[in-house]
């Protein structure tokens, strides 16, 4: 058979990369939701604010780009996973465990229907976004006299700038809880057989 070691070498590499890199990504999620705590404080309803479109691309691609780190991670860890035996399964249970959770944040489905990530939430949209406010913008021009469409826009871009702070900080979240399992059983990860057998919560 073909060796594979060249990809298990590279996936290794980018599980070190997503270890490494994770600290410096979480303070960039909150810093991206504390920017948004305060453009919703400061939304007036006029024109669509670039802030806001900015962080819309920004979100998209920052969980575009978690997304794909997870897959290598899951990529990692699923190459680690020996053969099941008779006895000494409980490192074997710690890596089906974290790729479970792994598994829910990427919205498939994981090896455990308790794990606590379960429910993905719904993320704002940039479409569904520039959708709603386009039909208010339209219901303004058609009917000037109205009052409500100033209204109707203020309401729109507050309410995306609080959407896109939780989004923010969910992904933190989802980051965090992963890379503290791993960090906890990093030992347990890549030796399943090792002597210390239990998962570190």
């Not at 219901?139 to 871009?157: F, G, I, S, V």
Request: hydrophobic letters at 40%; charged letters at 25%; glycine letters at 4%.
């Amino acid at each position: 058979l073909m060796s594979l070691d060249w990809f298990v070498e590279n996936a290794e590499h980018k599980f070190k990369a997503y270890i490494s890199n994770t600290p410096t990504i979480l303070r960039q999620y909150e810093e991206a939701a504390s920017q948004m705590d305060t453009l919703q404080e400061a939304t007036n309803g006029g024109g669509v604010s670039d802030t806001l479109l900015a962080h819309f691309r920004a979100f998209h691609k920052a969980q575009s780009a978690m997304s794909a780190e997870l897959q290598e991670v899951r990529k990692y860890i699923a190459l680690k996973v020996p053969e099941m035996k008779d006895e000494d399964n409980s490192g074997v249970n710690v890596q089906l465990a974290v790729l479970a959770s792994i598994n829910s944040a990427l919205g498939t489905k994981g090896d455990s229907s308790s794990d606590e990530a379960n429910a993905k939430p719904t993320y704002p949209t940039l479409e569904e976004y520039l959708k709603k406010r386009a039909a208010i913008e339209k219901e303004a021009h058609e009917k000037p006299a109205l009052k409500t469409p100033p209204l109707q826009l203020l309401e729109l871009d507050s309410s995306q700038a609080v959407g896109l702070a939780f989004a923010w900080r969910e992904l933190a979240y989802q980051r965090a809880v992963i890379y503290d399992k791993i960090n906890k059983n990093i030992e347990k990860l890549k030796n399943p057989r090792s002597s210390n057998k239990f998962m570190t919560m």
